[in-house]
């Protein structure tokens, strides 16, 4: 009796056809798992970006890509740990002197973070103006003022519980405004 394909694929690992369905299915785990062995999110980007490349070359020759791309993450992520430790500083007595030590990096961000957190708020505002004047009210009294639903209550003359419901929907109104807008996934 011949096995179809489809059927011979184990229930462990589906056989996707495309790699942007294992991408779509797999981005988010791997990102987690390379996060949990560098400690830093650009890094585990980075990581798993560089599997999704390798994997891109090699897509026809992986029987088990899901397999596969944890393990090119965690040898990836391995291989920076190794780089990170091969890192030694310039001045290897900085560490043992007292008091501060002088700060080196400049604490402003870079002007194109600057500008995309600038465009960010821009289209916050934008999605807030999409919400009814009652919900414009509620978001600007529990994060603006900082009241609680207690006391946006006393002020609005509604139930603590109708706040959190109208909050909660306003909410949700401008998350998924700022999805369309592709500002959040």
């Known amino acids: 009796m011949a096995l179809s394909p489809s059927s011979s694929a184990s229930a462990e690992s589906p056989r996707w056809e495309t790699i942007e369905e294992l991408f779509a299915a797999l981005e988010s785990p791997l ?25 891109h070359e090699q897509f026809d ?17 391995l291989n920076q740990r190794r780089r990170e430790g091969k890192i030694v500083p310039l001045d290897p007595g ?7 030590k002088p700060e080196t ?37 529990k994060f603006n003022e900082g009241l609680s639903y207690k006391e946006i209550g006393a002020r ?3 139930t603590t519980g109708h706040v959190g419901y109208l909050l ?18």
């Open 61 to 77: 020759q992986v029987r088990q890509p899901r397999r596969w791309l944890y393990r090119i993450v965690h040898n990836l992520a």
């Open 105 to 141: 990096a400049d604490p402003q961000p870079l002007p194109d973070e600057q500008i995309a957190r600038w465009e960010g708020i821009g289209l916050v505002r934008l999605s807030l103006e999409t919400l009814d004047p009652r919900g414009r009210e509620l978001v600007r009294l």
């Open 31 to 55: 990102l987690s798992y390379a996060l949990r062995l560098t400690g830093r999110i650009t890094t585990a980007e980075d990581i798993v970006q560089e599997a999704f490349m390798k994997l």
């Open 156 to 158: 609005t003359g509604l």
């Open 168 to 185: 909660h929907h306003a909410i949700k109104t401008v998350a998924d405004e700022l999805a369309r807008n592709g500002v959040v996934p």
């Open 94 to 100: 900085a560490d043992e002197m007292d008091g501060p």
